[in-house]
């Protein structure tokens, strides 16, 4: 590969990764592979073989699933994350869709290779282990909430998790990057744009939240408990 100690360097970022010692990283070697990817380009499909595991290592990725001819956003996830773990325990497809929503660079490895320094290095497995129950578990409580929370909340909890995980602060103040659109919202809190819109109105009414081209949260302690005031849950 290009530049190994740059790639070791990054490598040493992704968790289930930072325990290799210099010479399991070498035994790596041979088997990583980089992938550059346009805006809008698919890393892979859903119902395709889940053939690949990938590192982000630079760039922003939507994973989204189609089902009844809708689409929900799954999640967003950046540098040092993992795509397509869910090869690794016995799924022979994707499930999701993968896509890069700006330029980005993966590093991947076939699941045959990495099954292979699995069953070497324990220490691997288990972190690997750590962070795919991690992932369930924020599928699990993704679908409990689609279920069961009502939609204000669902919509302050994607504005929530989106500043935390991409947001830009400065002074407190939370703004959203500009790709993230409403649209991608309103995706991932299970409802329709036209609902995500009426909830941010009224955020934005409260003080809350500024979202004249891209949205800003103004104070993310007092949108938590945005549910518990009166006249925002009825919209």
């Known amino acids: 590969m290009d530049n190994w100690p740059e790639t070791v360097q990054f490598l040493r970022t992704v968790p289930s990764l930072a325990l290799l010692s210099e ?7 041979p088997y990583l592979r980089h992938r550059t990817l346009v805006k809008g380009e698919n890393v892979y499909r859903q119902g ?10 630079q760039g922003r990725i939507k994973v989204s699933q189609t089902a009844n001819g809708r689409n929900v956003i799954v999640g967003f996830y950046g540098p040092s994350e993992l795509l397509g773990c869910c090869g690794l325990v016995g799924d022979v497809c994707y499930p999701c869709y993968a896509q ?5 660079t993966l590093v991947f490895i076939s ?23 991690s992932r369930l578990r924020e599928a699990h409580c993704k679908m409990k909430s689609l279920a069961l929370e009502p939609v204000e909340e669902r919509v302050i ?23 993230i659109t409403r649209e991608q919202i309103s995706e991932m809190a299970g409802t329709t744009i036209e609902t995500t819109s009426r909830v941010i109105s009224k955020l934005r009414q409260a003080g809350l939240v500024e979202c004249p081209n891209r ?20 919209v």
């Open 48 to 57: 395709q073989g889940t053939d690949y595991l990938y590192f982000i290592r």
């Open 23 to 29: 010479e399991e990283m070498e035994q790596l070697r």
């Open 111 to 133: 699941r045959e290779a990495f099954e292979r320094l699995l069953s070497g290095v324990p220490a691997v497995a288990a972190k690997l282990l750590s962070q795919m129950v």
């Open 215 to 234: 949205c800003t949260i103004l104070d993310s302690e007092l949108l938590g408990n945005i549910v518990e005031r009166p006249g925002i849950r009825s």
């Open 100 to 104: 890069a929503i700006e330029s980005a």
């Open 157 to 179: 909890a994607v504005l929530l998790e989106l500043g935390e995980k991409f947001g830009n602060d400065q002074d407190g103040k939370v703004t959203l990057p500009a790709h």
